[in-house]
């Protein structure tokens, strides 16, 4: 995130849990705090980070989907693409959100919006497991049946209970999804707005969309129809046939 400037102490780039936990107990016994970072989106809470030790989970990743118990295992800092990926050959996806370069974890402890979310609730209640390494350097695994309490708390409680290393979701049984956006010129904002909230008035709960106002920089990376305009996007999802 190029909007925030981040100056830990320290950066700590881990590729196993075990590394995860050496470095937990280094920084504990020099007395840094601890921030665990995926890909960097809740940059901004970051800022002021003079006695943190800054735990880059983006080398530590993986994905297990076990299609009989429509189960994923996912590790440290996978994104939503990697999981997405795996899943889609079996006919099965998750409640991801609308990017694939957002990371698993950070996107299901903060509770998880996504585009299928009016019909299957907030991604947060399709964890069944967390493996987190706390502050001790203790890898614990918190489920309904193991450590309850820490369950409940990482689960829409954000990310100071520790580093996860590891969530297992359940997955949905959608095999097709029709999605997509529709996009106007920023000018024509208002009456699209007011069409727009008349129509989410009236759709069913299998309808999940949303509303931008984006603005995009010049940039040659960006296709021709977004790169330099300033646009109303509608998006979402829409799981009938």
Do not use: C, K
């Not at 920084?27 to 880059?56: C, E």
């Not at 580093?163 to 000018?187: N, P, S, T």
């Amino acid at each position: 995130n190029l909007a925030v400037q981040q100056r830990p102490a320290a950066v700590a780039v881990p590729r196993t849990v075990e590394e995860v936990v050496e470095v937990v107990r280094a920084a504990t016994a020099l007395g840094l705090r601890i921030a665990p970072q995926g890909t960097g989106h809740g940059a901004a809470s970051l800022a002021g980070l003079d006695d943190v030790l800054l735990l880059r989970l983006h080398e530590l990743t993986g994905v297990t989907v076990d299609p009989a118990t429509r189960r994923a295992r996912v590790t440290g800092g996978t994104l939503w693409r990697e999981v997405l990926a795996a899943a889609a050959p079996h006919g099965l996806t998750a409640l991801h959100g609308s990017a694939g370069d957002v990371a698993v974890a950070g996107y299901l402890l903060g509770g998880g919006l996504s585009f299928y979310g009016r019909a299957h609730g907030l991604a947060t209640s399709t964890v069944r497991a967390i493996e987190i390494v706390t502050a001790d350097g203790t890898l614990v695994r918190a489920s309904a049946d193991e450590h309850p309490d820490l369950f409940w708390a990482l689960r829409g409680g954000g990310g100071n209970f520790g580093v996860v290393v590891a969530i297992e979701i359940e997955l949905l049984a959608l095999a097709d999804v029709f999605a997509g956006m529709l996009l106007w010129d920023l000018e024509r904002a208002p009456e699209v707005l007011s069409a727009w909230v008349n129509w989410t008035a009236t759709v069913p709960e299998s309808v999940t969309t949303s509303l931008r106002l984006m603005r995009f920089p010049p940039l040659p990376e960006l296709p021709p129809f977004l790169s330099g305009r300033a646009l109303v996007v509608i998006d979402g999802a829409v799981l009938e046939s």
